[in-house]
């Protein structure tokens, strides 16, 4: 399956979320994790990934006869980076973008339905705004943001911290020639 298939897939999404911060996790853990998914479907996206690179096994153990395999984010297969993104088509970046927001609204119902789900404790966050930014001006704020994500990016688990969703959308609003 090419890389584009493996990664746009909401579920596979949501897998690959899971498993950030070089978590060792089983398909087990995982079905855990996400609760919302049909076991059978949370076993196979693993595979998939598993079989596409992006996961790697890190450990068999048997558990009740079968063998359970552990899994590991391969981060430099799970990423679809600008030479990749160059070979999208809108079609591609419709699906890309469903599948994002997909994810991102299940993680957030999984995390209000939780009992000790707080957003005001959790400085939960969602704004939406347009800014009036130059091209040169937009390629500079999107740089200070990849710099500041890339710095707390490979942060490991650690007491105190948990995982956090992030998300950045930026595409233009309006066509230039439709403002004045």
Not at 13 to 32: E, H, K, W
Not at 37 to 48: E, I, N
Not at 49 to 65: F, I, P, Q, S, Y
Request: charged share 30%.
């Amino acid at each position: 399956m090419k890389t584009l298939d493996l990664l746009l897939h909401p579920v596979r999404s949501r897998i690959v979320n899971a498993m950030q911060g070089d978590r060792v996790r089983s398909a087990a853990q995982l079905c855990q994790r996400l609760p919302d998914v049909p076991k059978t479907s949370v076993y196979r996206h693993v595979g998939l990934l598993a079989e596409g690179g992006v996961l790697e096994v890190v450990d068999e153990k048997r558990v009740h006869g079968a063998v359970e395999r552990s899994y590991r984010l391969r981060r430099d297969n799970a990423t679809i980076d600008l030479d990749l993104a160059k070979t999208m088509s809108s079609e591609d970046h419709r699906r890309a973008f469903a599948g994002a927001m997909a994810a991102l609204l299940a993680e957030f119902n999984n995390y209000l339905d939780r009992e000790d789900a707080d957003p005001v404790a959790d400085l939960v966050g969602y704004r939406q705004g347009s800014m009036w930014l130059t091209d040169d001006e937009h390629a500079e704020m999107v740089e200070e943001l990849v710099a500041l994500f890339r710095s707390r990016w490979a942060n490991p688990p650690a007491p105190g911290r948990r995982p956090r969703m992030v998300s950045a959308i930026f595409f233009p609003a309006e066509n230039p020639d439709e403002e004045s």
